[in-house]
Antibody, heavy 119, light 111 residues
Framework: QVQLVQSGAEVKQPGDSVKVSCKASGYTFSSNTISWVRQAPGQGLEWMGWVSAYNGHTKYEQKFQGRVTMTTDTSTDTAYMELRSLRSDDTAMYYC????????????WGQGTTVTVSS | QSALTQAASMSGSPGQSITISCTGTSSDIGAYNLVSWYQQHPGKAPKLLLYEVNKRPSGVSDRFSGSKSGNTASLTLSGLQAEDEADYYCCSYASSSTPYVFGTGTKVTVL
């Protein structure tokens, strides 16, 4: 079946970087875009950016510009999201999601990766 | 890009219908028919309920329907069931520079 499986929970210190992976299976990985969405504890969903698995093109939400890098590896059907200069308010659940072609609906979601930033 | 505005909470009795509104601007909801809705149960990943305002993915109950008027999109839950108790988020395509903006979320309680 179509699924996205994310890497495990991370605990980081302020100033560190974190890299979360998202492995796709059950569909042609290069056909779609992967979005990254985060959710702070008790808060709503926040779109961070997307990466095209077709050509690697990216688009980032302005607040993350300069601190985030999203990439894909088509040899392993895996997307990555790296966030640098971590702060305590980056503590959140991070999700990857497949954007279904031009519908712009995010139809398949990973299970989420908890990132905790604490000294 | 500011978040789309949703009521923080709504409730209804089993069998009733409720409508969740999502208000944006002429730059997002008003500009595109690319509104999607997501359901999120506690501790779970969001699930796509509707895309392109009113289209349901395969497997989503027809008790969920969507509409749009001007800068406001709406999600209607008909025949409320206990399992509908969850958080609901709208999302709109906004522009090529900042493609997506989510709503603030609505917690639905089934009484």
């Amino acid at each position: 079946q179509v699924q996205l499986v994310q890497s495990g929970a991370e605990v980081k210190q302020p100033g560190d970087s974190v890299k979360v992976s998202c492995k796709a299976s059950g569909y042609t990985f290069s056909s779609n875009t992967i979005s990254w969405v985060r959710q702070a504890p008790g808060q709503g969903l926040e779109w961070m950016g997307w990466v095209s698995a077709y050509n690697g093109h990216t688009k980032y939400e302005q607040k993350f510009q300069g601190r985030v890098t999203m990439t894909t590896d088509t040899s392993t059907d895996t997307a990555y999201m790296e966030l640098r200069s971590l702060r305590s308010d980056d503590t959140a659940m991070y999700y990857c999601a497949r954007v279904y072609y031009d519908t712009h609906g995010m139809d398949v979601w990973g299970q989420g990766t908890t990132v905790t930033v604490s000294s | 890009q500011s978040a789309l505005t949703q009521a923080a909470s709504m409730s209804g009795s089993p069998g009733q219908s409720i409508t969740i509104s999502c208000t944006g601007t002429s730059s997002d909801i008003g500009a595109y028919n690319l509104v999607s809705w997501y359901q999120q149960h506690p501790g779970k990943a969001p699930k796509l309920l509707l895309y392109e305002v009113n289209k349901r993915p395969s497997g989503v109950s027809d008790r969920f329907s969507g509409s749009k008027s001007g800068n406001t999109a709406s999600l209607t839950l008909s025949g409320l069931q206990a399992e509908d108790e969850a958080d609901y988020y709208c999302c709109s395509y906004a522009s090529s520079s900042t493609p997506y903006v989510f709503g603030t979320g609505t917690k639905v309680t089934v009484l």
